[in-house]
C-alpha cells in the first residue's frame, strides 16, 4: 500500500470536529463555490449565445446571395434567381434550404404616426418551421396561387408604436418614382426581440409585391438566403484547415516581411491570439465552395459578416466569461495554499518524526499532496452538484427574467454542453493540483530537531 496515501487517509480521518476539519470544509467550500460559478457562467454563455444567434439565423439564414453592387442601399438589385444553387441544392450536401427575397424601403402612415420601415418580401419557400417560434400571435401569410398575397407580418415593436392587431389593415407607401402604396391586412405578429436589427423596421411580405412595384420577372429577387447544416462538416478536418490558413498568414506578414523587426515576439503573439470558432470555419467554408460555383456578379457575405455587431458583441461576452474563470482559478488556487501551508504548520511534529524516521522529503510531501487532492476531489463533487442544480432550476422554471428590449430575451437562458462541464473539471482539478506543490516545498526547510520539539 501507499505508505503517503496511507498516512494522509489516517489524519483525515482522525481529524473530525478539529481546527483542521474547519480549514477543510472551508477549501472544500470555495472550490465548490468556485466551479458552480464556473459552470453556470459557460451554460448561461452558451445558452445567450445560441438564443442570439438562432434568432439571427431563423431571420436570415447563414448565407446571403444578392448582385454585386457599389451602394449600401436597402433594396437590392434584381437578378435572375433559378441559378443552379436554386434549383440543384443537392449538388452541395451542407445546404438545408434555399429561398429567395427582396427588400424594399417604405413608410407606414396612420392618423398618428409615421413609422419608416422595410418591406421584406418572401417567397412560397420561405422557410416557416424555422421562423415559427418567432411568432407570438396570428399566423403566417398564406400565398395564393397567382397574383400576389395582400397578408402581411410585423413585428410586436411596429405593432405597439402604431396600435395595430392582427386582423387590422395597414396602407403601406412604397419610396419610387411614381410614389406608390398598397392595402395590407396584417395576419401575424413575430417578436425576436433584435429591435435594432429587425423587430423596428422589417415587415414581412409576399415577394411578388415587391416584384409587382418594381416591374421584375416572377424568376427576379433581390437575393437568396442559404441554411447550412452545421452537423455536415468535420470539426477536426476544419481545424486543420483553420490552423494552415492561419500559419500561412502569419508566414506571410511576419516570418516572410522583410520590414519586420522582431519577428519572434510577434510570431508568438500570433500564435498566442490564435482562436478556433467552429460556426465561422463552417460558414467561411461553405461560403467558399458555394461562390466558386456562382457567376462573378453575384455576391455571396455570411449572416456573421453582415451582422457583424452582435457576433462581436457575442464573442465579447465569450471574452469576460474566461476572464471569470481566470479570476475564479486564481482565487481557488490562493486558498489552497492557504490550507495546506495551515495543514503543514499543525503538523510540524509529525513531518518532523517522519524525517526522523528516515522519511525523504518527496514522500512527506506526498502526504500533504494526497490530502489536498482528496479535498479537491471533494469540492467537485460538490461543485457539480450546486452548479448543475441552479442551472436545471433556471432550464426548468425560468425563475430569473431578463429585460428582453436590452438582452435580446426574456428570461436567463442555459445550454446543456457535457464537454464544457467536463472541460471546466479537468481545468480546475488541474491547475489547482499543480499549485499544491508550492506550499508543500515549504517542508524541505522543516528540520526534524526543531520540528519535534515545535509546540
Given at each position: 500500500?501507499?505508505?503517503?496515501?496511507?498516512?494522509?487517509?489516517?489524519?483525515?480521518?482522525?481529524?473530525?470536529?478539529?481546527?483542521?476539519?474547519?480549514?477543510?470544509?472551508?477549501?472544500?467550500?470555495?472550490?465548490?463555490?468556485?466551479?458552480?460559478?464556473?459552470?453556470?457562467?459557460?451554460?448561461?454563455?452558451?445558452?445567450?449565445?445560441?438564443?442570439?444567434?438562432?434568432?439571427?439565423?431563423?431571420?436570415?439564414?447563414?448565407?446571403?446571395?444578392?448582385?454585386?453592387?457599389?451602394?449600401?442601399?436597402?433594396?437590392?438589385?434584381?437578378?435572375?434567381?433559378?441559378?443552379?444553387?436554386?434549383?440543384?441544392?443537392?449538388?452541395?450536401?451542407?445546404?438545408?434550404?434555399?429561398?429567395?427575397?427582396?427588400?424594399?424601403?417604405?413608410?407606414?402612415?396612420?392618423?398618428?404616426?409615421?413609422?419608416?420601415?422595410?418591406?421584406?418580401?418572401?417567397?412560397?419557400?420561405?422557410?416557416?418551421?424555422?421562423?415559427?417560434?418567432?411568432?407570438?400571435?396570428?399566423?403566417?401569410?398564406?400565398?395564393?396561387?397567382?397574383?400576389?398575397?395582400?397578408?402581411?407580418?410585423?413585428?410586436?415593436?411596429?405593432?405597439?408604436?402604431?396600435?395595430?392587431?392582427?386582423?387590422?389593415?395597414?396602407?403601406?407607401?412604397?419610396?419610387?418614382?411614381?410614389?406608390?402604396?398598397?392595402?395590407?391586412?396584417?395576419?401575424?405578429?413575430?417578436?425576436?426581440?433584435?429591435?435594432?436589427?429587425?423587430?423596428?423596421?422589417?415587415?414581412?411580405?409576399?415577394?411578388?409585391?415587391?416584384?409587382?412595384?418594381?416591374?421584375?420577372?416572377?424568376?427576379?429577387?433581390?437575393?437568396?438566403?442559404?441554411?447550412?447544416?452545421?452537423?455536415?462538416?468535420?470539426?477536426?478536418?476544419?481545424?486543420?484547415?483553420?490552423?494552415?490558413?492561419?500559419?500561412?498568414?502569419?508566414?506571410?506578414?511576419?516570418?516572410n516581411n522583410p520590414e519586420e523587426a522582431n519577428k519572434t515576439v510577434r510570431t508568438a503573439l500570433a500564435v498566442w491570439s490564435y482562436?478556433?470558432?467552429?460556426?465561422?470555419?463552417?460558414?467561411?467554408?461553405?461560403?467558399?465552395?458555394?461562390?466558386?460555383?456562382?457567376?462573378?456578379?453575384?455576391?455571396?457575405?455570411?449572416?456573421?459578416?453582415?451582422?457583424?455587431?452582435?457576433?462581436?458583441?457575442?464573442?465579447?461576452?465569450?471574452?469576460?466569461?474566461?476572464?471569470?474563470?481566470?479570476?475564479?482559478?486564481?482565487?481557488?488556487?490562493?486558498?489552497?495554499?492557504?490550507?495546506?501551508?495551515?495543514?503543514?504548520?499543525?503538523?510540524?511534529?509529525?513531518?518532523?518524526?517522519?524525517?526522523?524516521?528516515?522519511?525523504?522529503?518527496?514522500?512527506?510531501?506526498?502526504?500533504?499532496?494526497?490530502?489536498?487532492?482528496?479535498?479537491?476531489?471533494?469540492?467537485?463533487?460538490?461543485?457539480?452538484?450546486?452548479?448543475?442544480?441552479?442551472?436545471?432550476?433556471?432550464?426548468?422554471?425560468?425563475?430569473?427574467k431578463l429585460n428582453a428590449h436590452d438582452y435580446y430575451m426574456s428570461y436567463v437562458p442555459i445550454e446543456w454542453d457535457w464537454g464544457?462541464?467536463?472541460?471546466?473539471?479537468?481545468?480546475?482539478?488541474?491547475?489547482?493540483?499543480?499549485?499544491?506543490?508550492?506550499?508543500?516545498?515549504?517542508?524541505?526547510?522543516?528540520?526534524?530537531?526543531?520540528?519535534?520539539?515545535?509546540?
Amino acid at each position: 500500500m501507499n505508505l503517503s496515501y496511507f498516512i494522509s487517509k489516517r489524519i483525515r480521518s482522525a481529524q473530525a470536529g478539529s481546527f483542521s476539519s474547519t480549514i477543510h470544509k472551508v477549501a472544500i467550500g470555495s472550490i465548490a463555490i468556485g466551479l458552480a460559478a464556473a459552470i453556470v457562467s459557460f451554460l448561461i454563455m452558451h445558452g445567450f449565445q445560441t438564443t442570439v444567434k438562432e434568432r439571427v439565423y431563423g431571420f436570415s439564414n447563414h448565407l446571403l446571395i444578392t448582385k454585386f453592387t457599389m451602394n449600401n442601399a436597402v433594396a437590392e438589385q434584381p437578378f435572375d434567381f433559378k441559378i443552379d444553387l436554386y434549383q440543384h441544392p443537392e449538388k452541395f450536401p451542407f445546404i438545408r434550404h434555399v429561398q429567395e427575397y427582396s427588400h424594399k424601403p417604405g413608410l407606414i402612415k396612420t392618423e398618428d404616426e409615421v413609422l419608416g420601415i422595410v418591406f421584406k418580401g418572401v417567397g412560397k419557400s420561405f422557410n416557416q418551421p424555422a421562423f415559427r417560434e418567432n411568432m407570438v400571435e396570428g399566423k403566417f401569410m398564406v400565398f395564393p396561387d397567382s397574383g400576389y398575397s395582400h397578408e402581411i407580418v410585423i413585428s410586436r415593436v411596429i405593432a405597439n408604436k402604431i396600435d395595430a392587431k392582427v386582423g387590422d389593415a395597414l396602407i403601406l407607401h412604397f419610396f419610387q418614382n411614381p410614389p406608390r402604396y398598397r392595402k395590407l391586412k396584417i395576419v401575424g405578429i413575430y417578436e425576436t426581440n433584435l429591435s435594432d436589427y429587425f423587430d423596428s423596421k422589417v415587415i414581412l411580405g409576399d415577394l411578388r409585391l415587391v416584384q409587382q412595384l418594381n416591374g421584375w420577372t416572377a424568376g427576379e429577387a433581390g437575393g437568396l438566403e442559404v441554411l447550412i447544416d452545421f452537423n455536415y462538416f468535420n470539426s477536426f478536418q476544419l481545424w486543420k484547415e483553420d490552423v494552415n490558413d492561419y500559419w500561412t498568414a502569419i508566414e506571410e506578414r511576419v516570418i516572410n516581411n522583410p520590414e519586420e523587426a522582431n519577428k519572434t515576439v510577434r510570431t508568438a503573439l500570433a500564435v498566442w491570439s490564435y482562436k478556433f470558432n467552429y460556426d465561422q470555419a463552417v460558414l467561411d467554408k461553405a461560403q467558399r465552395e458555394i461562390g466558386e460555383s456562382m457567376d462573378f456578379d453575384l455576391n455571396i457575405e455570411t449572416v456573421s459578416d453582415k451582422y457583424i455587431q452582435v457576433f462581436e458583441w457575442l464573442d465579447l461576452v465569450k471574452r469576460q466569461v474566461r476572464i471569470l474563470l481566470g479570476i475564479i482559478l486564481i482565487v481557488v488556487s490562493v486558498n489552497m495554499i492557504s490550507v495546506i501551508l495551515i495543514l503543514v504548520m499543525e503538523r510540524i511534529p509529525m513531518v518532523g518524526l517522519l524525517k526522523a524516521l528516515g522519511a525523504q522529503n518527496k514522500l512527506v510531501r506526498s502526504v500533504f499532496i494526497y490530502n489536498g487532492m482528496s479535498l479537491i476531489a471533494q469540492g467537485l463533487l460538490y461543485g457539480n452538484v450546486i452548479g448543475l442544480g441552479l442551472c436545471f432550476l433556471q432550464y426548468q422554471f425560468q425563475l430569473i427574467k431578463l429585460n428582453a428590449h436590452d438582452y435580446y430575451m426574456s428570461y436567463v437562458p442555459i445550454e446543456w454542453d457535457w464537454g464544457t462541464v467536463i472541460i471546466l473539471n479537468v481545468i480546475v482539478f488541474a491547475v489547482v493540483s499543480l499549485v499544491l506543490w508550492l506550499p508543500t516545498r515549504f517542508i524541505s526547510r522543516i528540520q526534524p530537531v526543531q520540528a519535534i520539539r515545535f509546540d
